[in-house]
């Protein structure tokens, strides 16, 4: 099953990106490091969002237009006094095809089971705002999750496009990675 083996063939570029993030995030003094964080997240989702989107349409995935995007980074970065027009660059993964989307959209997706743990990481830091984003789908968290890796299982079996999955994962992730090497501009 993709879902298994996907979680397996990251986990090294899925580390190397956690340990970026946190370190990032136990640097934030104020609402202003929160927002440079943020930015980093929004120039990269914003970007692959576009790239995913002619081939993650509600048909393949019926509940896509409810979940997290980067829309909820902007509102985010906004509530916390800033704009979005000093972004960092970012390259993203080549995505040509429903496969690779849905590997990036593995990624994507994957960060926001971890948006509990980085709102309780920004509280202890005395940030109270910015929050929609991680704060993900609240109850329904664990639900819309399943409901994402059992399309993803369902969509992608055949090995070589499993493979193609999981490549587009890594490249999400290591790409991802590269964005907090950078500061916004």
């Not at 829309?71 to 800033?82: F, M, P, R, T, V």
């Not at 390259?91 to 590997?103: H, Q």
């Amino acid at each position: 099953m993709l879902s298994t083996n996907i979680k397996e063939a990251t986990k090294m570029a899925h580390q190397e990106l956690e340990g970026k993030v946190v370190k990032k995030l136990k640097a934030i003094r104020s609402e202003a490091d929160y927002a440079d964080v943020l930015k980093h997240f929004y120039a990269y989702f914003n970007t692959l969002e576009a790239a995913i989107k002619p081939y993650i349409t509600e048909g393949l995935l019926p509940d896509y237009a409810s979940r997290r995007n980067s829309s909820y980074l902007k509102q985010d970065i906004e509530e916390l006094g800033a704009f979005i027009n000093d972004l960092p660059p970012v390259t993203i993964p080549a995505i040509g095809n429903v496969t690779e989307a849905l590997g990036a959209l593995y990624v994507m997706e994957g960060s926001i089971m971890g948006g509990p743990y980085i709102v309780k990481m920004l509280q202890k830091s005395g940030i109270d705002k910015g929050f929609s984003f991680f704060s993900g789908y609240g109850e329904e968290t664990g639900r819309m999750w399943d409901n994402f890796t059992s399309v993803m299982n369902q969509t992608i079996s055949a090995e070589k496009d499993q493979a193609m999955a999981i490549k587009s994962a890594n490249e999400t992730f290591s790409n991802f990675s590269h964005v907090f090497e950078v500061k916004a501009a």
